[in-house]
């Protein structure tokens, strides 16, 4: 079974700088998509943003950049630019690469990121 | 994404008591899940379904029950609530081919 570990509870940044939230897994699939979610304290699930596990480029949004080292099995996500919004619980998840039911999503444990102004 | 509903939002019980939790989706998605989510725990998949009349258990399953007479439902149900099940339920949708998986806005759930 795959697990996924974020082992910072909290991290905070001051507004403006850079941040970057670790997420380590551990599968024996070589193929997989790599999740950040992000919640809001609506309670909200935002997909921010996806890598295939098969993509050597690294996936960018906007703000948010992954560093996805596919050997050492990590998936970390840098925010540039941090702005208040930015201030939530961040979800790191896998996906096995076959469609519908095992599109369920294995979840870490989650990080709170607080910014300040 | 408005096509996934979740009801109630906020409901409060007692230990003992029966409660169902509500999930809607208009996409016509054949596959359902649920989770709740407990800090310090991430979220934990309850069960899936893969179509009607198709459900399996997921990581945390006791004390739950799920059923899906039709696609588009997918409630939930605490037969005999604990205060253990206290917990912020999700449930979430995907098309077979799609990739992406649309969150409801959760319920929060408190048994007293």
């Known amino acids: 079974a795959q697990t996924v570990t974020q082992s910072q509870p909290e991290m905070s940044v001051q507004e403006a700088e850079t941040v970057t939230l670790s997420c380590t897994y551990d599968?024996?699939?070589?193929?997989?998509?790599l999740f950040w979610y992000k919640q809001p304290p609506s309670r909200q699930m935002i997909l921010v943003i996806r890598q295939e596990a098969y993509k050597q480029q690294n996936a960018t949004e906007n703000r948010f950049s992954v560093n996805f080292q596919k050997a050492a099995k990590s998936f970390s996500l840098k925010i540039s630019d941090s702005q208040l919004g930015d201030a939530a619980m961040y979800f790191c998840?896998?996906?096995?690469?076959?469609?519908?039911?095992?599109?369920?999503?294995?979840f870490g444990k989650g990080i709170t990121l607080s910014v300040r102004p | 994404d408005a096509g996934i509903t979740q009801s109630p939002r906020y409901k409060i019980t007692e230990t003992g008591r029966q409660v169902t939790l509500m999930c809607h989706q208009t996409?016509?998605?054949?596959?359902m899940f649920w989770y709740r989510q407990d800090l310090g725990h991430g979220l934990r998949l309850i069960y899936y379904?893969?179509?009607?009349?198709?459900?399996d258990k997921g990581e945390v399953p006791d004390g739950y029950v799920v059923s899906r007479s039709k696609t588009e439902n997918f409630p939930l149900t605490l037969e005999s609530a604990t205060r253990s099940q206290t917990s912020v339920y999700f449930c979430a949708s995907v098309g077979r081919r799609n990739e992406k998986l649309f969150f409801g806005s959760g319920t929060q759930l408190s048994v007293l």
């Open positions: 996409w016509s998605h054949s596959y």
């Open positions: 379904s893969a179509a009607a009349d198709i459900t």
């Open positions: 998840a896998y996906r096995s690469p076959e469609t519908g039911a095992n599109s369920k999503l294995t």
């Open positions: 599968t024996s699939e070589s193929d997989y998509y």
